[in-house]
T-cell receptor, first 112, second 115 residues
Framework: SQTIHQWPATLVQPVGSPLSLECTVE??????LYWYRQAAGRGLQLLFY??????ISSEVPQNLSASRPQDRQFILSSKKLLLSDSGFYLC???????????FGSGTRLTVV | AQSVTQPDIHITVSEGASLELRCNYS??????LFWYVQSPGQGLQLLLK??????LVQGIKGFEAEFKRSQSSFKLRKPSVHWSDAAEYFC?????????????FGTGTQLKVEL
């Protein structure tokens, strides 16, 4: 069966520090992968999505970037965190052949 | 522009009472529709989805949803709410693009259940 792993679960980082959040999917190949952010009291905003290795689409201009070095690995990064980067980050995957989206358990990022 | 609207930010119901959560979408064609639930500090769990066919779909945990094309509506219902249903509920729409077929969410409805 397919599973999605996201880590770390929580993270507290100082302003100006780098960030790397990792998401991996098991049990499937060539998934579409997504990064969402949920800020306090707000809905979920799509940040990036990827349809294949090395293919990244950005939805909103921001301080973050994404990479997909392997088929089932999706990484969210920042060179210098801002206070506004705080939030709950969710990774998701979608099977190429249907529209079932599955979400990871999320990473709570607090920038201090 | 395509959008998903959940008009109710907060809803409070008594345990055992019925529940209805509203969702409206703005989209040029019949979208693929989803309802997700999020417990505090947790990821999203899919309750149900509508792609085509019968406009009344059944989901997990006793939830169902009705799609009404004429109203661009996808309402979530539960006949009898349990205290454990207290959570945030998100309606979502798949917007088909040439690439990633993006899942777009409404702003969510926070459900409180009174005992």
């Amino acid at each position: 069966s397919q599973t999605i792993h996201q880590w770390p679960a929580t993270l507290v980082q100082p302003v100006g520090s780098p960030l790397s959040l990792e998401c991996t999917v098991e049990g499937t190949s060539n998934p579409n992968l997504y990064w969402y952010r949920q800020a306090a009291g707000r809905g979920l905003q799509l940040l990036f999505y990827s349809v294949g290795i090395g293919q990244i689409s950005s939805e909103v201009p921001q301080n973050l970037s994404a990479s997909r070095p392997q088929d089932r690995q999706f990484i969210l990064s920042s060179k210098k965190l801002l206070l506004s980067d705080s939030g709950f980050y969710l990774c998701a995957w979608r099977d190429t052949y249907n529209y079932g989206y599955t979400f990871g358990s999320g990473t709570r990022l607090t920038v201090v | 522009a395509q959008s998903v609207t959940q008009p109710d930010i907060h809803i409070t119901v008594s345990e055992g009472a019925s529940l209805e959560l509203r969702c409206n979408y703005s989209y040029g064609a019949t979208p693929y529709l989803f309802w997700y639930v999020q417990s505090p500090g947790q990821g999203l769990q899919l309750l149900l989805k509508y792609f085509s066919g019968d406009t009344l779909v059944q989901g997990i945990k006793g939830f169902e949803a009705e799609f009404k094309r004429s109203q661009s509506s996808f309402k979530l219902r539960k006949p009898s709410v349990h205290w454990s249903d207290a959570a945030e509920y998100f309606c979502a729409v798949v917007i088909l693009t040439g690439g990633g077929n993006k899942l777009t969410f409404g702003t969510g409805t926070q459900l409180k259940v009174e005992l």
